[in-house]
């Protein structure tokens, strides 16, 4: 089975589970049709649900609740849903969180500094409570 055969697969059984909608299998079907799979596939779970999904990230006094399933941006420019303005070891556009059916994963988006989860660099991870993030210089709690 090819690549993009696999993807169209997980997006197949995630639309199947409710965890995209028609719109999201759609949009993201054509991706995984022109080459694009990893774009495709990246946020849709392949482990189970966990008891204890991540709720929010935290830095300091601020926090930023992840609620239902989403996407939000990391970076240094004021377009991002999570804005780092304060660190410029941190890229404009740095990381991208999601959030599917209580499994939270990141991926680093290029960055020019990279993404550490727990002290490792990643270029893709899931997120578990307790975790600690280090975007640039700034250090986020997974809570």
Do not use: F, K
């Not at 939270?104 to 993030?133: E, F, M, W, Y």
Request: glycine share 10%; with cysteine; net charge positive.
């Amino acid at each position: 089975m090819s690549t993009p055969e696999r993807a169209l697969r997980r997006l197949r059984d995630a639309y199947g589970a409710g965890q995209v909608s028609t719109a999201t299998l759609e949009a993201r079907a054509a991706l995984a049709l022109t080459g694009r799979v990893e774009d495709a596939i990246w946020d849709l779970p392949r482990w189970n649900l966990t008891r204890d999904p991540v709720r929010a990230l935290v830095l300091g006094s601020h926090e930023w609740p992840l609620t239902g399933s989403g996407r939000w941006t990391i970076g240094r420019s004021s377009s991002n849903d999570i804005h780092l303005a304060q660190d410029d070891a941190v890229s404009r556009h740095h990381a991208e969180l999601a959030v599917r059916a209580g499994i939270c994963l990141i991926r680093d988006l290029g960055s020019v500094n990279g993404t550490l989860l727990n002290g490792r660099h990643i270029t893709r991870a899931r997120l578990r409570r307790g975790d600690r993030l280090e975007i640039g210089e700034t250090e986020i709690d997974i809570r």
